[in-house]
């Protein structure tokens, strides 16, 4: 049964200011994405557009939960050759439990000016 659905899209050209801001791009990546998720995209030929598929996976994940949650505890894990997957931390994984979530869906897709993420939580 699905419990909740969640989508967002962002332009990728929004996510890339902000990392590349001196004054404080550095302070966004570390707030927003995990070390694991900088460390992925920062292998990526156009980083931005993994990032902001990321960041578009975090926001699509709290409306699909119904709630919104640090940055950091929602994080897109992807094993080589796989599709992404999600995974909770804190607060969030103490929502999803609280719904009666028992698995949750992400789907990512981008091009060089968009990215969207959607995401299902199934019980």
Known sequence: MILGSGIDWIEVARIA????????GKRFRARVFTPEEIAFC???RNASESYAARFAAKEATMKALGSFFPWQEVEV???PR????????GRAAK???ELGVSRLFVSLSHSRDFAVAWVVAEA
């Open 77 to 79: 894990i992807r094993a």
């Open 95 to 97: 929502r999803a439990r």
């Open 82 to 89: 796989s599709a992404p997957q999600l995974r909770l931390y």
């Open 42 to 44: 920062e292998r990526r």
């Open 17 to 24: 200011r902000l990392l590349e801001n001196p004054r404080y």
